[in-house]
């Protein structure tokens, strides 16, 4: 079996993780967060979907460390619940994110032009997919400009800003409902999915069993302050109904802020932040591709890595065709709770597969309990997103799942 080449330490790792997490949450997710959460129960929002996040990380890293290939919770289901779980897991994670990388395109286009924002968006993506198939080298290089350039705006925003918060606005928490807040951390934690781009690149590491359990949480703290701090800003600045009606909610921070000079700027690196998201969203996609192709749960076509860049090339032009269809059929709020839902269920599998490793001697956290609450969280997260996103996702992978038993029915000694 042809293998990836091991070229990724700590640093890059944590990059090509803040480069998938930054800019989903901070240019897309607050609006309709706060329409749903509510004034302060916004902030309650991020802080679950953090925590479930932080959970779903713990077990991640544990898992990746003791399998480190390319796959995630593909693999890690496969080997300690069983084939189907992987299946299922998989299968969720490259429908759920082939939506979210249709929906980060379509916020390229709307941000850069508007006007031609389906053509800007199928571009964004051909031209991510080329950078990506020159090798993952190339792709934590790309990542790194852009992480930088994203968090120069992200402190342009939170600088600006801070000054002008209102703490009224911040109040409120009398009037959030449990509901709203749950449905509002479900949809933020799209935002955070990202740090499983690390595991997924798990084959392509060096010394994986050190720098995935290093890189995960690192990572994962890095932007929980950061969407903690943004998200008082947008409330504390444009306050509860002005944040949930706005489409482009950081721009408008800045011009309420007296610097309208600035919302260009911010446009500016938007765009800049959902390119690195999309770009380590599309190589992440493309390996689990890869994971499920080398054992037939996917055309066996797509297990090809290329000799010279050494990457799952044929996984990622088929990743990349499907997106720019999606992007011509589809819209950026309907793919969000689409790909909140299927993700959700494959965190739910790493946690159960986290629960069957046992106790680590000397670990100081209790990472039973974690992996537990985990499974808790993303199942309680599920249930709480619209009603409209669970049944596409549940209806996209209970078709999944019929597949894989057809297929195993007509062969049954298929592994």
């Not at 595991?199 to 932007?223: D, H, Q």
């Not at 100081?364 to 992996?371: D, N, R």
Request: proline share 4%; net charge positive.
């Amino acid at each position: 079996m042809e293998r990836l080449a091991r070229r990724l330490g700590v640093a890059d790792a944590v990059v090509i993780g803040l480069g998938s997490m930054l800019g989903a949450g901070v240019f897309v997710v607050f609006a309709p967060a706060a329409a749903a959460a509510g004034g302060a129960g916004l902030l309650i929002a991020v802080a679950l979907a953090g925590f479930v996040a932080f959970c779903n990380a713990t077990s991640s890293a544990r898992l990746a460390a003791r399998y480190p290939e390319s796959g995630g919770t593909y693999v890690y289901g496969r080997e300690r619940l069983g084939p189907f779980a992987g299946f299922l897991a998989g299968w969720g994670f490259v429908v759920g994110k082939t939506a979210s990388c249709a929906a980060m395109a379509l916020t390229i286009g709307a941000y850069a032009w508007p006007e031609r924002a389906r053509e800007v968006a199928a571009t964004a993506v051909v031209a991510v997919t080329a950078v990506n198939l020159r090798g993952i080298g190339k792709t934590a290089a790309a990542t790194r400009v852009l992480v930088t350039v994203t968090l120069a705006v992200l402190a342009v925003v939170a600088v600006t800003g801070a000054p002008h918060v209102a703490p009224d606005q911040l109040d409120g928490l009398a009037g959030t409902g449990d509901r709203g807040v749950l449905t509002a951390a479900g949809l933020l934690f799209f935002a955070f999915a990202g740090y499983a781009r690390i595991a997924t690149l798990g084959e392509e590491v060096r010394e994986p069993e050190r720098t995935i359990p290093r890189a995960v949480p690192l990572a994962l703290g890095v932007v929980l302050a950061i969407y903690l701090t943004l998200a008082v800003v947008a409330l504390g600045v444009l306050g509860e109904q002005r944040l949930a009606a706005a489409s482009a909610p950081l721009a408008e921070v800045v011009s309420a802020a007296g610097l309208p000079g600035l919302a260009g700027l911010v446009r500016v690196g938007a765009t800049v932040a959902v390119v690195g998201v999309l770009l380590s969203l599309l190589a992440g996609v493309g390996r689990t591709t890869l994971a499920m192709a080398r054992r037939r749960d996917l055309p066996g076509a797509l297990a090809t890595v290329h000799p010279r860049y050494q990457v799952p090339h044929r996984a990622e032009l088929a990743v990349a065709a499907v997106v720019i269809v999606v992007v011509a059929l589809g819209d950026v709020r309907g793919a969000i709770g689409f790909s909140s839902c299927t993700v959700l269920v494959y965190y739910a599998i790493a946690n159960a597969s986290a629960l069957t490793l046992g106790r680590e001697p000397g670990r100081k956290l209790p990472v039973q309990l974690i992996a537990a609450l985990g499974l808790v969280g993303c199942v309680v997260l599920v249930v709480s997103l619209p009603v409209s996103s669970v049944l596409a996702g549940l209806a996209v992978l209970a078709l999944g799942a019929a597949g894989y038993a057809l297929r195993h029915r007509l062969r049954p000694t298929a592994r």
